[in-house]
């Protein structure tokens, strides 16, 4: 274990440091538990060495493993490109189902009984929803994975009784049932697969590797240098189980299993557990790591042993061994192919937080028993980084929770996109874990509108840029500005050799554009120079699929410009909308040269329009033909406006194109929608539709104070107080004695005269109106 304020690694000797320069990095180093500085195995300092756990694919990934592939992605691009680094990444029936997972139920529960028997089985767990929001589950606040994997596993049953009542098209169908039949004819038919024809199983996981791998390059999630399948290495992985026996931490049981012996591997010197020791122990965890060996009596010597190498079952794909046929364990694989792929010693090795025990450990363990010797113990990884997981309601996303969103569904909501996901990630600490939140999602919102209006703006100012302005030198008025990105350079070095601290480097470029936004009559070369450094920034954190960073002039990212197709008709319509407004704005309304305007451009709406086109020629066409008019009826002002405004509002903003009025007569900035565009409008609709409701309740409450006081003037003041309450009354109808015979206090008298009074204004006012 490392010990605390050293200056490098323990574990790599002197000898192999690098003469070269390292950047002042550190990681967050699992195995210590601390950010330990980073030092390379590679004596150049240049070349690291990188395993990174892969995906069991046998269903399309879900959103918690794009947490772990993206936020692994992000920070090896940082490596690579913002230190420099050379990275060599190496990456690889119905009542049956009732029987295993309701146990409630009863036994000859069926399709057509099912809703009734679950309700009566488990009531209000029945409508348990793993997907509901915490907000509208009464019991929310105290749902556990017990609850979860049960409301999942009625859902699923409730799912299949429906499909079975009434089974419809084969797809649907068998999207309802699978989760149901599978597991059933397997457990029927299982046995009888030839566990010597891998193709069988092969087909299943080459389908689904191939759409992990089309989902990760949907993310921006860079390909790894080397792809590596267990099913290409059982032969190495054989190997490398023999040698660990060879070495004596290894035994073979009766049944055709090998496990791996801890106790041996303690008392040659081998710490066992190092990134979780406080787990050693933990039966549960460890059963996980052992699946279905962990069922039924084991052969092995003690229950801390896990297995390298395990005797098949009928129907499981097996291999040759010298202990019969068989399949490797789950830890042997990484081990044994990294191993190969790298060396006996690995920089860094990733995965998710939930790998460190037992898999992780595991690994650890059985790669040193491989490569070291009485004389010489061997580090197999010296930096462990592992991601923290997103979580839903304070619990991990997981297929067998049912709490999860696939990749493919949610980067085929328009609302939501690779970018906006990786910038979600980037806003959090790495290992730390992510609760997915409307307040989140809200910052990751203002966050990439934020840097869309930037990068906007600077393409306008690059786009409009004289040979001569590009000459000028920096003018005194940039310098705070100059100052300010000097120092977010500085600022972002820090967080990043802060084992990558994006959360603060994201922070620092919010800063850095609020600060642009606020300054005033900046020169041109100013913006550029922070426009390219954001950009380089943003590019290296793979916020943009088509960034370059061989391209040092490149300013902004993909997806701010409008469709090319739109461009040689939405151009034309701004331009004319520009000009329309200027002249109506002028106080004297030229309607002669607006109509000359809206001719000007006859020759572009009338070329040959592509299928593509043909929405923007229409809004061109009919924007010029509602010009033309409205200058041929000498129209004021006001409806020219009104027209320019519902050209940009209505006509513009339904084919997802938006034009931004400026100040100083600059012309409109014609740009794409975005989220923070779409949530600023519904805002803005949601705050006009709340005033107009409360002007309209108001204007309820004035008309019947309004029917209340016309009610009350028509009562005449002789008859006001002719009630139950008094006796007698004087001449004007104003009570003297109460109800009880008593004669009315002065001071009571006095108010009675009072209302009296006030009631014979209003009364005569009233007839004065008949």
Not at 132 to 151: E, I, N
Not at 276 to 293: F, I, M, T, Y
Not at 310 to 316: L, N, Q, V
Not at 402 to 416: E, G, Q
């Amino acid at each position: 274990m490392a010990s605390e304020g050293r200056k490098q690694p323990p574990w790599i000797p002197p000898k192999t440091q690098p003469d070269a320069q390292l950047p002042q990095l550190k990681i967050y180093n699992s195995l210590t538990r601390t950010n330990d500085e980073f030092v390379p195995v590679d004596p150049t300092g240049k070349m690291v060495t990188w395993y990174g756990c892969g995906p069991t694919v046998y269903e399309d990934a879900h959103l918690g493993h794009a947490k772990n592939y993206v936020s692994t992605d992000i920070i090896r691009r940082i490596m690579k490109d913002y230190f420099g680094f050379r990275v060599k990444f190496t990456k690889a029936a119905f009542s049956h189902y009732i029987e295993k997972n309701l146990p409630s139920l009863p036994s000859h529960t069926s399709p057509e009984n099912f809703p009734e028997a679950a309700y009566k089985a488990y009531e209000a767990k029945s409508e348990l929803s793993p997907l509901a929001d915490a907000a509208t589950t009464k019991q929310s606040q105290a749902v556990t994975v017990a609850d979860l994997l049960l409301g999942a596993h009625i859902g699923t049953a409730r799912s299949a009784a429906e499909a079975l009542r009434a089974p419809g098209k084969l797809p649907e169908f068998l999207a309802k049932t699978d989760d149901i039949l599978l597991p059933y004819l397997d457990a029927l038919h299982g046995a009888d697969i030839d566990s010597n024809n891998h193709e069988i199983y092969l087909e299943l996981s080459q389908k689904f590797e191939r759409r992990f791998l089309e989902d990760m390059n949907a993310l921006n999630v860079l390909p790894p240098d080397q792809l590596t399948r267990v099913t290409e290495y059982v032969p190495q992985i054989v190997r490398f189980v023999e040698k660990i026996v060879a070495n004596g931490f290894g035994y073979a049981c009766p049944d055709g299993s090998v496990y791996f012996n801890i106790d041996s591997f303690e008392k040659a010197g081998h710490s066992y557990s190092r990134l979780e020791p406080w787990n050693k122990n933990d039966r549960v965890l460890q059963a996980d790591g052992e699946g279905s060996l962990s069922k039924g009596k084991s052969m092995k010597r003690s229950e801390n042993d896990f297995a390298l190498w395990k005797a098949s079952k009928p129907g499981e794909p097996a291999w040759p061994s010298p202990w019969g046929h068989g399949r490797p364990g789950w830890h042997i694989e990484c081990s044994a192919m990294a191993s190969d792929a790298i060396g006996k010693t690995i920089d860094i090795h990733s995965g998710g937080v939930d790998l460190r025990f037992p898999h992780h450990d595991n690994e650890l363990a059985q790669s040193e028993a491989y490569w070291s010797t009485p004389d010489c113990h061997v580090q197999w990884t010296n930096y462990f980084i592992h991601i923290g997981q997103l979580r839903i309601r304070g619990l991990k996303m997981s297929k067998s929770l049912k709490n999860y969103t696939t990749i493919r569904t949610f980067l085929s909501h328009k609302d939501w996109s690779a970018r906006s996901l990786r910038i979600c990630f980037l806003l959090v600490p790495w290992q730390d874990g992510i609760e997915v939140t409307d307040e989140l999602m809200k910052t990751t919102v203002g966050w990439e509108g934020k840097l869309n209006n930037f990068f906007l703006k600077s393409l306008d100012v690059e786009k409009h840029l004289s040979p001569k302005t590009a000459r000028m030198q920096e003018l005194g008025e940039d310098q705070q500005l100059l100052s300010a990105l000097d120092k977010a350079k500085a600022d972002v070095d820090k967080a990043l050799c802060d084992s990558f601290n994006t959360s603060a480097a994201m922070r620092i470029l919010s800063d850095l554009v609020t600060e642009f936004n606020s300054a005033e009559a900046l020169s041109d070369q100013t913006v550029i120079l922070l426009a390219r450094w954001v950009t380089r920034i943003v590019t290296i954190f793979g916020l943009d699929p088509e960034g370059d960073l061989s391209k040092p002039d490149s300013i902004g990212w993909s997806g701010l410009d409008i469709p090319v197709s739109a461009k040689p008709y939405i151009y034309p319509a701004s331009q004319l909308r520009d000009k329309v407004r200027t002249l109506a704005c002028s106080g004297s309304v030229d309607h002669a040269a607006i109509t000359k305007l809206a001719d000007g451009i006859t020759m572009v709406a009338s070329t040959l329009v592509a299928e593509s086109s043909k929405q923007y020629d229409q809004v061109l066409q009919q924007f010029r033909t509602d010009v033309k008019a409205l200058a041929a009826h000498q129209a004021p002002a006001k409806d020219l406006l009104a027209l320019c405004d519902q050209l940009r509002d209505v006509h513009l903003w339904n084919l997802g194109i938006y034009l931004e009025d400026r100040n100083n007569s600059q012309p409109a900035l014609v740009r794409p929608l975005d989220k923070l565009l779409i949530e600023a409008r519904a805002e803005q609709e949601a705050a006009s539709t709340a005033k107009a409701k409360a002007k309209l309740e108001h204007q309820a409450r004035e008309a019947e104070r309004d029917r209340e006081l016309r009610e009350r003037a028509m009562v005449d003041p002789l008859l006001m107080f002719k009630t139950s309450e008094y006796l007698e009354w004087d001449e004007n109808g104003i009570p003297t004695f109460d109800a009880a015979g008593n004669v009315v206090s002065k001071n009571k008298h006095k108010k009675l005269v009072r209302e009296w009074e006030k009631q014979k204004k209003r009364h005569e006012e009233w007839q004065a109106t008949q």
